[in-house]
């Protein structure tokens, strides 16, 4: 499976080795993978729209963070794209307010605010969850070591991991998604884990009801949508009835062999 991730690190092709583009792949990979289950910190980041943001602004739900540089003229356009699409189909499934997305520029001299929201707008990018922002290098530097992103300067522009990190409401790196293009599901079925399955206490009437929703919201392909399957909440409702069925017929078959035993 690692290795049909290498298609995350984008290599200049006028690297004349490929066993050292191989060896970067699976360094670039072991970086990112490790940094799962680490807290990223609170940097502060000056948005496209206007002021400052920060990540503890964005706490309390799920978030999607992705380096992205606007100069790009392929991969970039093509993540916020299928990011995009993604986002939408998971508002859907999950609700409008459910997590938040960040798009950082990591091109510091060049990713300015205008330009994030240039980029935004010509790749149909963005809504009330959505923020793209720009920095300084020394956050950019801090920020990517923390979620285990790698870029580096090339003739074209840049290398860099096509990833979007998915991060709990607590700021804990929960996922990495990679690929410049992915299905919904990539993003979606992280954050309904995250959503139904970990925001509210198990044992409780709206956190049954998460756990519920949890499993039973279920991807179809041929729409590109996620839907509510009443099968197995039906399939659970039967198989109760039919053990309180057996059940309340044995009580009854036991006081009869009761009372027949005592005349």
Not at 66 to 82: K, N, Q, R, W
Not at 87 to 104: P, Q, R, Y
Not at 138 to 167: C, W, Y
């Amino acid at each position: 499976m690692r290795r049909l991730h290498a298609a995350a690190w984008l290599f200049a092709m006028a690297l004349s080795s490929p066993a050292l583009a191989d060896t970067r792949v699976d360094t670039a990979l072991d970086v990112s993978q490790g940094a799962i289950g680490s807290s990223v910190p609170d940097f502060t980041f000056q948005s496209a729209d206007s002021g400052k943001i920060a990540i503890r602004d964005l706490r309390g739900k799920p978030l999607l963070i992705t380096l992205i540089y606007t100069g790009c003229a392929d991969v970039c356009p093509t993540i916020i794209e299928s990011l995009a699409s993604s986002a939408e189909t998971a508002e859907a499934a999950l609700g409008k307010d459910s997590f938040n997305i960040i798009a950082i520029g990591f091109d510091t001299r060049n990713d300015t605010p205008d330009r994030m929201r240039s980029f935004a707008r010509a790749h149909n990018a963005g809504g009330d969850n959505w923020h793209f922002a720009s920095s300084d290098a020394k956050t950019i530097n801090r920020l990517s070591e923390a979620v285990g992103f790698n870029f580096f300067p090339s003739a074209g522009g840049f290398d860099h991991m096509a990833q979007v990190t998915i991060l709990d409401k607590n700021g804990t790196i929960y996922e990495q998604v990679y690929g410049s293009s992915f299905e919904p599901p990539a993003i979606v079925e992280p954050l309904k884990q995250l959503v139904f399955g970990h925001q509210r206490p198990a044992f409780s009437l709206a956190g049954l009801g998460d756990r519920i929703r949890l499993f039973c919201t279920i991807y179809d392909r041929k729409t590109g949508r996620y839907y509510f399957s009443y099968a197995l909440p039906l399939s659970i409702i039967i198989g109760l009835g039919c053990l309180l069925g057996i059940f309340v017929f044995l009580m009854r078959e036991t006081r009869k062999s009761a009372k027949a035993e005592g005349r």
